[in-house]
Nanobody, 111 residues
Framework: QVQLVESGGGLVQPGGSLRLSCVAS????????MGWYRQAPGKQRELVAVIASGGVTNYSDSVKGRFTISRDNAKDTMYLQMNSLKPEDTGVYYC?????WGQGTQVTVSS
């Protein structure tokens, strides 16, 4: 079973940027849909963005135009570039292949 490890979270001011990484323990190059979810305190986990093996992407309306999901199959890594961050983007960000979940990385947007 694949293991997924996120990194790149941290504290950033509103308007700032972060790039999250999700490294898989095995190849992700096979037909494989992966995604990022987030969970804010006291709220349910919600979809942020997904990417298919062919590169087709989909985003939640709340992050469209600000976040970019990508994958590097040669490095077995998925990314989430987050720009123009807002306080409401605060939460724990998880990567998943729809079966396995990473442990999450905390993103805090605050002045």
């Amino acid at each position: 079973q694949v293991q997924l490890v996120e990194s790149g979270g941290g504290l950033v001011q509103p308007g700032g940027s972060l790039r999250l990484s999700c490294v898989a323990s095995r190849s992700i190059s096979s037909p494989y849909r992966m995604g990022w979810y987030r969970q804010a305190p006291g709220k349910q986990r919600e979809l942020v963005a997904v990417i298919a093996s062919g590169g087709v992407t989909n985003y939640s309306d709340s992050v469209k135009g600000r976040f970019t999901i990508s994958r590097d199959n040669a490095k077995d890594t998925m990314y989430l570039q987050m720009n123009s961050l807002k306080p409401e983007d605060t939460g724990v960000y998880y990567c998943t292949d729809s079966v396995v979940w990473g442990q999450g990385t905390q993103v805090t947007v605050s002045s």
